[in-house]
């Protein structure tokens, strides 16, 4: 994998192909450091950049008069936006009035972002969230974009996994192999924040701690403005120690010694600051009775292991957060229209992913074992069986080298070869 800092990121093309055939505002917003100023400034290199977060900047836009915006700033990136809300008025002011068609809002703050777009910008932006590197941009160059992924081929293409599967090469050798189990290795070990990957493995564990704390003291400070930040920061490390599992409020309100009400609010923090995200329960009855609680999941796993203080060798559970999250995550950078949802019976009965597209259903069960026992696509045969025409086929992502079928439309895909190349 290559250790150049700049990578190319498929929200990119995005914006790019956007480029204001009518009169628009972007906002772009996302954890910190995942790389929204990079982005922007590549996506519209000619644009006036202001970074809100130096009190400098702010004062000095907070004294341009309203309906001086235009000539004083123009077309313009607006980074940390929400530092200074009265930007937005002024935006909305000089777009209105047709004195700009089109500017460029960056924020890390997803509640005050949005917040202020509602209230001033409804109507007139066009949101982008950008999530930490993709499995797939950690093997591309700043300006080349790599090859989709097969995960994609399963979002836009009709037919069922036999027809897809058989399609494409059993096992890939040579470079495109070896990039991809590199992205997958540095994925599982660092998780996926651009400013990781000049670092050495000591810089890293170093740059990982800083960024909880600038977390805790910035980003949850402008959310939260919690007076006492040791609750929050057991129940942070709780929710955590969780990931892919059920997330039951009473539980974790319990083991954190807080009441239901500020656990759950707790949870919309974290979710807020693009911390974690719920994934919901399937639920139609297919089996037998369905659990309806939701699955909780870390978005990055280089920060889930800070968290945990874990950085040893993978585990399952390490395993089905980065598939799951990556998945998300892909979902929500291309807008492909599909659903994830988690399948468990009160019987026990469970399928790790179920993915809803426009043709149909698929299923993922997620192993870190590179060998495969009939018991590990169980609850794959069975919810097909159950959906019937609906079922377009079962995916069990494993560490092997081999895409195999197992059953008819039940096969076995190497998760390097999911996320990263065809």
Known sequence: MRTNLQRFRFLRQRLESA????????VITGARQTGKTTLAQAAYPDYNYINLDAIEQREAVRN????????AVGVAILDEAQKEPIVFNKVKYAFDAGQITKSVLLGSSQIMMLQKVRETLAGRAFIYELWPLLASELVSQADAPPALPLLDRLLVEPGTADA?????????VGEAANQGAAAIEHLLTWGGMPA??????????????????????????????????MPF???????????????SYSKLARDAGLGVTTSRRYIEYLRLSYQTFLLPPYSTNLTSAVIKSPKIYWWDIGLW?????????????????????????WIKTQERDAE?????????????????TPDGIWGIE???????GRADWRGLRQVGQALGARWRGGIVAYTGATIEQLEPNLWAVPVERLLVSA
Request: glycine share 4%; proline share 3%.
């Open 305 to 329: 292991r800070q968290q945990i203080r874990y950085f040893g060798p993978v585990t399952g559970q390490l395993m089905e957060t980065m598939v799951v999250t990556e998945i998300h995550k």
């Open 164 to 172: 897809i599967f058989t399609a494409v090469p059993n096992i890939l």
């Open 233 to 247: 920061r057991q129940f942070q490390r709780l929710c955590a120690l969780r990931s892919g599992q059920l997330l």
């Open 340 to 356: 994830l949802a988690f399948y468990r019976t009160r019987s026990g009965l469970e399928v790790d992913l179920l993915l809803t």
């Open 366 to 372: 997620i192993k870190s074992a590179r060998r495969l």
């Open 64 to 71: 341009i008069r309203t309906d001086a915006w235009a000539t």
């Open 19 to 26: 480029q204001f055939s009518t009169p628009r505002l972007v």
């Open 196 to 229: 990781l990957l000049p670092l050495s493995d000591q810089e890293r564990r170093k740059w990982l701690q800083s960024y909880d704390t600038a977390y805790l003291e910035r980003d949850l400070g402008d959310l939260a403005r919690l007076r006492d930040l």
